[in-house]
């Protein structure tokens, strides 16, 4: 027990997460000021279960059937024809070519009969197009809910047209009564991701998005517990804004609405361009990094909220380099030739339909020279 004691202590110290001659009695919340409460991090955690059961209601009640309004079909028409010898095949996951050919003899077929039917019954555990379909709905209308409450609460707020607000004053920032429900249900939206991802369609980018939503649950916990909820709801707010229209491409490319796909891509990419890589460094980033020392003597947990802000910074580089590469495809083929985002990770070569994105990942397309997708 006094080893947990210690490691609890040394944690916790204030010299470690305030600034110098900060206690945490300084900071603690009272009848005047309703400072940022470490405890209250445990509420995201149930509050994402309520998410979760919104999400399912949502999607069975709402999105499903505007999606089948829309026609889009919920399961895939083709279905392989039951065969006993090649179900037990399929199971066992990985198909050599060797046991192909096996399979083939055993059954009198010939090998490319073999391999459709493997393909065909791959595609038949690949989650439909109106699954996909709902997935984005769901997530198209919680970054729309988030970036207009957060644009609406921190409309009033100082800093967000003097960012150096963020720092006046520091740590002595009361949390409002919505800040706190900004902060809490953004987390639990992020727990929930991490919570779903597991059983949701399967993507590339699987690993960089749950180091994504772990990055994101760390600098929110580190900016809570660090009363930096300031800079933690800025962050938030240009991370909402392009995501909107990304998964609003993905519903229009599931229903089949290709020019309305591609002008809303269109418009994705410029406004991501525009806050990722211009905002967020620009605005964000040079203002923790240059501008908070110079206001706000450092201290340890800062420079890991730092890092992990970089870190975000680092994967949104990657994403966009692979969503530049995308519109400069699309814009020779004519039209987007797939999914907005990377595809999921059992697809085949015959499979253009898919999810992902960056913060998911994107898609590849293709050219039209090229009439078959890639091979992912």
């Known amino acids: 027990m006094n080893i947990l004691r210690n490691i609890s202590t040394t944690f916790w110290s204030p010299d470690v997460w305030l600034p110098p001659n900060i206690t945490w009695e300084d900071i603690s919340p009272n009848s005047d000021n309703m400072y940022a409460n470490y405890q209250h991090l445990v509420y995201p955690?149930?509050?994402?279960f309520v998410m979760l059961g919104i999400r399912y209601a949502l999607e069975r009640y709402l999105f499903s059937p505007f999606g089948k309004w829309l026609g889009i079909k919920s399961t895939r028409s083709k279905k392989a024809v039951s065969n006993e010898i090649l179900e037990k095949a399929y199971l066992s996951k990985k198909t050599k070519y060797k046991q192909i050919l096996g399979l083939a003899k055993q059954l009198?077929?010939?090998?490319?009969?073999?391999?459709?039917?493997?393909?065909?019954?791959?595609s038949q555990d690949k989650p439909s197009t109106l699954i996909k379909f709902c997935e984005s709905c769901w997530r198209c209308f919680y970054y729309a809910y988030s970036f207009l409450y957060g644009l609406y609460i921190l409309w009033d707020k100082a800093w967000l047209w003097d960012i150096k607000h963020c720092y006046y004053n520091y740590p002595y920032h009361p949390v409002t009564s919505d800040i706190w429900w900004y902060y809490?249900?953004?987390?639990?939206?992020?727990?929930?991701?991490?919570?779903?991802?597991?059983?949701?369609?399967?993507?590339?980018d699987f690993w960089q998005m749950f180091i994504h939503h772990i990055a994101t649950i760390s600098l929110m916990c580190f900016s809570w517990v660090g009363n930096l909820t300031r800079i933690g709801s800025l962050v938030l707010l240009v991370h909402d804004s392009a995501d909107i229209f990304l998964e609003a491409a993905k519903m229009a490319k599931y229903a089949s609405y290709q020019k309305f796909c591609d002008c809303i891509f269109a418009i994705f990419t410029i406004l991501w361009i525009a806050t990722r890589m211009g905002v967020y460094p620009f605005w964000i980033i040079h203002s923790t990094s240059i501008e908070a020392p110079k206001i706000v003597p450092m201290f340890p947990a800062y420079y890991i909220f730092?890092?992990?802000?970089?870190?975000?910074?680092?994967?949104?580089?990657?994403?966009?380099?692979?969503?530049?590469?995308?519109?400069?495809?699309?814009?020779n083929a004519g039209q987007m030739e797939?999914?907005?985002?990377?595809?999921?990770?059992?697809?085949?070569?015959?499979?253009?339909?898919?999810?992902?994105?960056?913060?998911?990942?994107?898609?590849?397309?293709?050219?039209?020279?090229?009439?078959?997708?890639k091979v992912h």
Not at 45 to 48: T, W
Not at 306 to 331: C, D, E, G, M, V
């Open 184 to 204: 809490m249900i953004s987390m639990s939206f992020y727990w929930a991701l991490s919570f779903s991802q597991f059983f949701d369609v399967k993507r590339k």
């Open 45 to 48: 955690l149930p509050m994402a």
């Open 338 to 373: 797939g999914d907005i985002r990377s595809n999921s990770s059992s697809d085949e070569v015959s499979d253009t339909s898919a999810n992902n994105t960056p913060i998911n990942s994107t898609a590849n397309y293709t050219n039209k020279s090229n009439s078959r997708p």
């Open 108 to 122: 009198d077929w010939s090998e490319r009969q073999v391999e459709r039917w493997l393909r065909m019954r791959r």
């Open 306 to 331: 730092n890092s992990l802000l970089i870190l975000l910074l680092f994967l949104h580089a990657i994403w966009t380099y692979l969503i530049i590469k995308i519109a400069y495809r699309a814009f």
